[in-house]
């Protein structure tokens, strides 16, 4: 999407004139700490303490919210609230498997849903800052066959690409589809491919939230690096932020040992979507995701100037006063007094997750759910009455909640 120099760097000017105190690059200490409440990153970021004063206040208050709205006999997850690092609030509940008794903590790693796509996107934010790939270059570029010439790398990132949603391709196939096949990115890929299937819209003419998009991205980062997504995730994001907790799924061996989802007590089966990759299928920790937000206060991971487009709204270019909107893998909402929350959600089976950075104030909200709930999506009514200036009821998704 074009505009112009002056409206870019105001919108950026807009979204980072918050407050930075408490903000200091210098290098870090040890990654390893003896403090459990410190969650610290190996890259140039410092953060000054966070006084006992203000943990407690936002303690209780944080709490008091947690009760009221995620709490909950059906609800089965993990939540954490930190700031510059230093863990204010944890909770863990539920169990990641009702056949062994496994209890989820610190440690479980859940389906991150969506919320995989914040991290697939930085990723490809990493390649491009290592000059491997263009925002604005076409997907053709890197898969020659590609039948959509006028996609680019923005327009997957920013869902402004009209691809054909592919759960949507049993319905056009009808009876060719072959509904025992379970389904790989090249699959995918192949099927649209031979199928040519008519796009929603022209390249860039509108948004359209499509998990294609994603499954795309995720063959740009192996053709790119050489390694398959997997590997190059551990490589680009989890290893140097040592998230230890973080892993792609792997559909061959990973079905029987990772955390389950739930409909009530029932384990959500399998499906062909399954061992897709890009669009979700990151699994990881409340604790793990608080180093990735971390990452993005230091320049070493990914410079300022190219966090500012994630965070530059596409989705909503042409309404006066735009409530929602989408950048570069991220979600924002734009509350009645101008402030702009950024975060993301997720939904796949059981998996209900949600992940709220809070730029202005250094905080880090973060709610994994794998019980079918939409509870974990009260994160950002909590940011709004807890962080923002005036608070502000933000419409939760359908009731979702399951009752044995």
């Not at 974990?376 to 939760?396: D, G, H, Q, R, W």
Request: charged residues 25%; positive net charge; proline residues 4%.
């Amino acid at each position: 999407m074009k505009f112009t120099l002056i409206s870019f760097f105001l919108t950026s000017l807009f979204y980072f004139s918050g407050p930075t105190i408490g903000i200091h690059y210098s290098h870090s200490e040890k990654n390893e700490n003896s403090d459990s409440t410190l969650l610290t990153i190996p890259l140039k970021i410092k953060f000054n303490d966070v006084s006992e004063k203000y943990i407690s206040e936002k303690k209780f208050k944080i709490d008091s919210f947690y009760n009221k709205f995620i709490n909950s006999p059906y609800y089965s997850g993990s939540f954490i609230v930190a700031k510059n690092g230093r863990i204010i609030y944890e909770h863990y509940q539920g169990l990641a498997n009702t056949k062994t008794g496994r209890k989820i903590d610190a440690n479980t790693s859940i389906h991150l849903a969506s919320v995989s796509k914040v991290l697939t996107a930085t990723a490809i934010l990493k390649l491009v800052q290592e000059d491997n790939l263009l925002l604005d270059q076409k997907v053709t570029d890197w898969i020659p066959k590609f039948p959509y010439k006028n996609v680019t790398i923005r327009t997957l990132l920013n869902h402004r690409s009209g691809l054909p949603h592919y759960s949507n391709f049993p319905g056009i196939m009808k009876k060719a589809w072959n509904r025992k096949k379970v389904l790989t990115n090249k699959d995918v890929l192949d099927l649209m491919i031979k199928q040519k299937f008519k796009p929603i819209f022209a390249n860039n003419a509108r948004f359209d939230y499509c998990n294609t998009n994603y499954v795309i991205l995720a063959l740009i980062i192996e053709r790119a690096t050489g390694q398959n997504y997997r590997d190059a995730m551990q490589t680009l994001i989890f290893k140097p932020l040592g998230m230890k907790n973080t892993f792609v799924f792997n559909y061959e061996t990973d079905r029987d040992t990772v955390c389950k989802s739930y409909r009530a007590s029932t384990i959500f089966p399998w499906d062909q979507y399954d061992n897709l990759y890009g669009d979700k299928n990151i699994y990881s920790t409340p604790r793990d995701l608080v180093k990735f937000d971390l990452a993005t206060y230091s320049p070493d991971f990914i410079k300022p100037e190219l966090l500012q487009e994630a965070y530059y709204g596409y989705s909503a270019v042409n309404v006066a006063k735009p409530i929602k909107d989408y950048g570069l893998g991220m979600r924002m909402r734009y509350l009645a007094n101008g402030e702009k929350l950024v975060y993301h959600n997720g939904w796949w089976h059981g998996n209900n997750t949600s992940f709220v950075p809070v730029k202005k104030d250094t905080m880090t909200v973060i709610c994994l759910g794998n019980k079918y709930s939409n509870r974990p999506y009260a994160t950002l009514n909590m940011v709004s009455s807890l962080f923002a200036k005036k608070t502000e009821e933000i419409p939760l998704p359908a009731e979702l909640e399951i009752k044995e």
